[in-house]
């Protein structure tokens, strides 16, 4: 008991408050490796002594009989968050310490939206602070007097930081940090997979560092140009397999609209400039020529493709393509039955010895007679 009682009266008359994960931390480790449970125990005792009052959300506790103080000692959450502090009655020297605290602490008034810093780091704090604040409102006042006095460093310190973090929440630095949680949330996970760049790699690992720190409001110029390396990287990735994309079915569109197919259909009158649109529509889609991608955007406003999205695209052109052909050939030949055949299909692999060759030439063959049979019409590539 007398070590602990020693640590709270010396840490109060700093004007530290003294919470139960910093005893937590400082009886577990070395010099004395007690359990949380022994910890937990002892402060018990000296509750029940007079000797000590805990603080748990805002309200103080001095009587054990009270059923509202034990949960500090049989929660650990709440025990990590209570405070205790040695209990004793107030003289001059407490009363100017508590004036003077007092004066520091309500020297501006802190006004944070509690909205704007829910999902911050150090939002658990603060909410800590500010329900410890409205619970001293409501303390007798010698109550009130012994906790400035006690604990009025600590809440001088909190307040310090609850008027970084409220300039922090001003609407252009929130604005940053929102684009930053999107950079690392969203952004990043996608170029990560697709980049070897060491230095774009530290400069995530920074940004999602200075994000997780409840000192982020020192940093937001910091937080700011991190999140624009990341969002630069994705543009210039972006824009790379748009192109690419782009380019390939830009490609496959001439390509068909140079077939003899094409032709019939575009100098046939029964066929309207809608039908032949429809037909190469799905390769239109995918050819966006008007690349607009907003500053901390995923996706192209026009075509609205991610990138996974444009990769399924390329990979996936030929088959795409191949439907585009199969309702061109309908178009331009109703009721006949036609086919591609790739011969690379029958010819792929390595041909080494004659018997070879004539072993695939004769499967080409195969097929290509049961098509004829059937009275389908073929096109070879």
């Known amino acids: 008991c007398k070590e602990i009682l020693s640590y709270l009266i010396k840490e109060y008359k700093y004007g530290n408050k003294v919470t139960g994960k910093m005893l937590e931390t400082h009886f577990q480790g070395m010099g004395y490796g007690w359990d949380r449970d022994v910890i937990q125990l002892v ?36 025990f990590r968050k209570a405070s205790f502090a040695p209990r004793e009655p107030i003289d001059l020297h407490t009363l100017a310490d508590a004036a003077r605290h007092y004066e520091e602490i309500t020297g501006k008034e802190v006004d944070i939206e509690e909205g704007a810093i829910v999902d911050l780091p150090g939002a658990e704090s603060m909410e800590a602070f500010l329900q410890t604040v409205e619970g001293i409102l409501d303390m007798p006042p010698d109550d009130c007097v012994k906790t400035l006095a006690g604990e009025g460093k600590t809440y001088k310190e909190l307040r310090s930081q609850a008027l970084q973090l409220a300039e922090a929440t001003s609407k252009e630095n929130l604005e940053i940090i929102k684009n930053a949680g999107n950079a690392i949330k969203n952004i990043w996970p996608i170029v990560a997979e697709r980049t070897d760049d060491e230095k774009l790699k530290e400069k995530a690992e920074e940004l999602s560092s200075l994000l997780a720190s409840e000192a982020f409001y020192k940093s937001i110029e910091a937080i700011r140009q991190a999140s624009d390396y990341v969002f630069e990287a994705y543009a210039k990735l972006y824009g790379k397999i748009h192109q690419e994309r782009t380019n390939i079915y830009d490609e496959a569109i001439q390509a068909i609209k140079g077939m003899p197919e094409w032709a019939i259909i575009a100098q046939d009158p029964a066929v309207s400039t809608q039908e032949q649109e429809a037909i190469i529509r799905p390769l239109l889609a995918r050819a966006c020529h008007d690349l607009d991608l907003h500053e901390s955007a995923i996706a192209c406003t026009t075509c609205k493709a991610s990138i996974a999205q444009m990769e399924t695209d390329i990979a996936a052109k030929d088959a795409i393509v191949d439907q585009a052909i199969k309702k061109l050939q309908q178009t331009a030949a109703p009721g006949e039955q036609i086919e591609r055949v790739r011969v690379s299909k029958f010819l792929a692999g390595k041909l080494e010895t004659p018997e070879d060759v004539e072993a695939a030439v004769n499967e080409l063959k195969a097929y290509l007679l049961k098509l004829i049979a059937s009275g389908t019409k073929i096109v070879l590539e």
């Not at 309200?59 to 049989?74: G, S, V």
């Open 43 to 78: 402060l018990a005792v000296l509750l029940r002594g007079g000797a000590v009052e805990v603080t748990y959300q805002g309200r103080k506790y001095r009587n054990h009989t009270d059923p509202a103080c034990r949960i500090p000692f049989t929660k650990v959450p709440a």
